[in-house]
């Protein structure tokens, strides 16, 4: 069974950081897309980042560009999400996807691996 589980969210202060951590299991980890969404309240879900499987080629969201960084370790089944100089703005639970192909554009592709959320929270 494909399991996705975040972690590493937490409260952080305008101009902070914080590094997400997605874990899989159940399934062949390094021959999937894995891409992290987020959904702030009362807003639709938008995608911040994706990371392909062998080549590793990486996607941003413009509203996070030169902030955030996806990386991916797939000796531990794990993706990560590095989060500099966060906002306000950057608020939202944030949610790991996995599939054979994952597109920043299409934020409610209904994966085939979703995970639960963890929550970020900017705030002073």
């Known amino acids: 069974q494909l399991q996705l589980v975040e972690s590493g969210g937490g409260l952080v202060q305008p101009g902070g950081s914080l590094r997400l951590s997605c874990t899989a299991s159940?399934?062949?980890?390094?021959?999937?897309?894995v891409g992290w969404f987020r959904q702030a309240p009362e807003k639709e879900l938008e995608g911040v980042a994706t990371?392909?499987?062998?080549?590793?080629?990486?996607k941003y969201a413009d509203s996070v560009k030169g902030r955030f960084t996806i990386s991916r370790d797939n000796a531990k089944n794990t993706a990560y999400l590095q989060m500099n100089d966060l906002r306000p703005e950057d608020t939202a639970v944030y949610h790991c996807?996995?599939?054979?192909?994952?597109?920043?554009?299409?934020?409610?592709?209904?994966?085939?691996?979703w995970g639960q959320g963890t929550q970020v929270t900017v705030s002073s």
């Open positions: 996807a996995a599939d054979g192909v994952v597109m920043l554009e299409v934020p409610d592709g209904q994966y085939e691996g």
């Open positions: 159940g399934f062949d980890f390094e021959y999937y897309e």
């Open positions: 990371i392909t499987d062998t080549d590793q080629k990486t």
